[in-house]
């Protein structure tokens, strides 16, 4: 039986994704083999890719001056592959916010490259909310601008995208596909794929094309975004069940209505479930109000000693994965795409109930 799953990453997948891979795995597109057993220069492979592509591009609406790349090494083989890519065109300096742990990750490989200027932080508060644009401190000879839409682990999402003067790039890992974007405010965009896309092994990277020339002469082969943007990011062997997988859950999301059928239903999601906090005196989330992630929502019980009970009756009543980052600790439920309304209206009768038992 499958159960709701709330895990951060790798994360749920539609049941109808993965039964469709389920029933043409052995023989895929009656090619008498698994679609992880063919060429992926071969014309079936390369349908998969190219629709792929298309669909993302439908979805998201991304014009046709910016370049869509299927990425290896995760979103963090981008936090090197950024500097690499923008310092060759004249300063070697960047800004970036600081607002908790994956743009720190960004940060300090960003600073073996260059100067990071970090134009604002939001450590002040422990990371619990997006700093607001008013108190910048943006550079004038920026390579580009970086930030972290979605701090999947400490729940934290940006209510608007930064007005800036560089290039704009965004690690939009946990938030990618949840909402309709406005892609031409960007200039690089990239996201892991086993949070909102697919299983992990791939990465979607989402460049202007203008960008493609402010490489470091001695740019690393495997992260230059022009040889995969020229290769079809197939210079080498990529993942192919991965673009395959993903492929699929964009077709899923065209048949649930895309990106504006996400918008709505993870507001839904996550207004039950915060509504449910805010009422609650025993359950509660340490989010400021305004930067509250529709993505990753933690939350802390009033008495600590009662986590483990929680994390087993919880996991017993067929709610996996609620446990919160080995570093903040807690709970944390995510709520992307591939997790159902009635997922969270299960957690949150569960948490009234064990509230009444324990509170
Ligand atoms: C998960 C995550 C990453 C790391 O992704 P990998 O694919 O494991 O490298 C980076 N940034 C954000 C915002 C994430 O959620």
Redesign the pocket.
Known sequence: MRKFNFC??PAALPEPVLRQAQEELLDWQGVGCSVMEVSHRSPEFTAVAEAAEQDLRDLLSIPGNYKVLFLQ?????Q?SAIPWNLFGAGSKSADYIHTGQ?AE??IKEARRYGEVNIVASAEDRNFSYAPAADAWQESDDAAYFHY?P????GGVEFPYIPEVKSPLVA????TILSQPLAVERFGFIYA????NIGP?GI?VGIVRDDLLDRALPDIPRSLSWKIAADGQSMDNTPPTFAWYLSGLVFKWLKAQGGVEAMAELSLKKSQLLYGFLDRSAFFSSPVSVESRSRMNVPFVLADESLDKKFLKESEEAGLLALKGHRSVGGMRASLYNAVPLEAVEALVAFMADFEQRNG
């Open positions: 951060a990453g090494g995760g979103a963090t083989a936090f994956w990750k960004a972290t979605n701090e999947t682990i690690d939009m890992s946990s892991g794929a086993q949070k992990s990465a």
